[in-house]
């Protein structure tokens, strides 16, 4: 267990005999020390100054850089290391900085750790720099050795520090960074988020093990904000794995975070993702949609058992006829009346990520609307038509979520519609000439 950890439950229990019934006599300095211990194990550094007060020291530093106006006070000096990431702009400044470090002093030496691990950038020369000197100033220095996360001759610090984390997240992120009693402020550093994406991309480990990673950082806000940077390798990983559940948890958590690739809006989101992987996820989501649509008509057709029958048998041979197509479709959409959309959320909520809702006198009609080319097709349940729309007068918004709509009228906007280009009845021969249509019209 972490000393923070530790620490919290000493002050807890401290708490507890206060309470206690029986008599205890509690100093108040007992606890305020045991409330500065933990602070310092928690933050490892005392007294982190404010942003403003950074900037402040920061303008001193370079008015003395550069016009020698001026002298630094102890405190100042203790603090110089917070401004070495703002000086690198200004040529010199650095070094300037580095040569009124005290870099024995052990206050200043552990905010070089703290500006290290906050400011971390790959072979960038800040970087580069500090390590060099950190290291330097470790050699034969023991109690700077002592210090819990600079573990295995401070292995953190070295050229390989990335590897070396990323490596130790394969027995639990949290555990790991209690373990070594890694500080609070830096467990969301770009030092640390840099060994999260190592680990997503590098790390040779069971698919399970990644998976649960990922939820871990879904949860904690300061984490999921790299989910974007390790979607790509996600998303090759469980195409290779190519194991459903692992599938819809992946496509339920990227869809929630980052949107559908498809939108416009959502360009920002996916533009560290390749086309070969947004394709990949953008095939999953056609899946996924097409499954739900039959899903759900499976569970609302009616009680008759000979009806029940023939249905199951038809939308059995029109779920294998429009499998054929997936790979050109490109827009996917399911709208749902009443009933399918309460079916649908109850039954198959890991699989519904964006539906629109039909005002329709059937309340468990459902639609499976698709773009082929330019076309849009609409495809019913219960008995209706095959209806066919250019692409720019579709009934349904197919390049946003549909949830930000208002309901689709099933009579008025796709029965009625003037704007349809053709229409097919299920009956007879439809599957052949759909086909001639779409090889016509689509390809």
């Given amino acids: 267990m972490g000393k923070a950890l530790e620490s919290l439950k000493k002050l807890q229990l401290r708490n507890e005999q206060i309470k206690s019934a029986h008599p205890v006599v509690v100093k108040p300095k007992q606890l305020i020390d045991l409330a500065t211990k933990l602070s310092r194990v928690v933050n490892n550094v005392k007294d982190i100054p404010a942003s403003q007060t950074i900037e402040m020291l920061f303008e001193k530093a370079k008015n003395i850089y550069l016009f020698e106006d001026g002298t630094f006070t102890a405190r100042e000096k203790r603090n110089l290391p917070f401004i070495l990431p703002s000086s690198r702009p200004i040529s010199g400044m650095v070094d300037f900085v580095f040569e009124n470090i005290d870099f024995q002093r052990f206050s200043s030496f552990k905010r070089i750790l703290f500006v290290y691990f906050q400011s971390y950038k790959d072979k960038d020369s800040l970087t580069l720099k500090l390590r060099k000197k950190i290291l ?26 990335i590897v070396k984390m990323a490596e130790q997240f394969k027995n639990d992120l949290r555990r790991y960074f209690d373990e070594i009693s890694f500080p609070v402020a830096l467990r969301h550093s770009p030092f640390a988020h840099q060994a999260i994406i190592y680990y997503f991309e590098k790390i040779d480990i069971d698919l399970s093990n990644k998976m649960d990673m990922l939820r ?19 998303i090759f990983a469980v195409h290779h794995e190519g194991k459903q559940s692992y599938r819809d948890a992946l496509l339920h958590l990227l869809h929630q975070e980052m949107g559908d690739p498809r939108y416009s809006t959502k360009r920002v989101a996916w533009s560290r993702v390749s086309d070969k992987a947004k394709k990949i996820f953008i095939s999953w989501l056609k899946r996924g949609d097409l499954d739900l649509f039959f899903s759900i008509i499976d569970r609302t057709m009616h009680s008759d058992v000979n ?94 979520e549909l949830k930000k ?3 689709i009228d099933y009579s008025v906007e796709i029965v009625h519609s003037s704007k349809q280009v053709d229409t097919f009845v299920h009956s007879r021969s439809w599957q052949q000439r759909v086909h001639e249509w779409i090889i016509e019209h689509c390809w």
């Avoid at 300061?222 to 974007?228: E, M, N, R």
């Avoid at 039954?347 to 499976?368: M, W």
Wanted: hydrophobic share 35%.
């Fill in 136 to 161: 330097s100033v470790l050699h034969g220095d023991n109690r700077k050795k002592n210090i819990s996360y600079l573990y295995n001759d401070a292995e953190l610090i070295k050229a390989s520090g």
């Fill in 216 to 234: 871990i950082i879904h949860e904690d806000d300061a984490d999921k904000t790299l989910i974007p940077r390790i979607a790509e390798s996600m």
């Fill in 307 to 400: 009806s029940q029958v023939d249905a199951r048998r038809m939308w059995h041979d029109r779920k294998i006829f429009w499998e054929q197509y997936l790979d050109q479709m490109y827009y996917t959409k399911v709208v749902l009346a009443p009933e399918a959309a309460r079916i649908a959320r109850r039954e198959y909520g890991h699989k519904v990520l964006d539906y629109g809702n039909l005002n329709s006198n059937n309340k468990n009609q459902s639609l499976f609307v698709f773009s082929i080319g330019k076309y849009v097709f609409i495809e019913p349940s219960y008995n209706g038509t095959l209806r066919i729309w250019k692409l720019d007068c579709s009934p349904v918004p197919l390049a946003s």
């Fill in 405 to 407: 709509y208002n309901l």
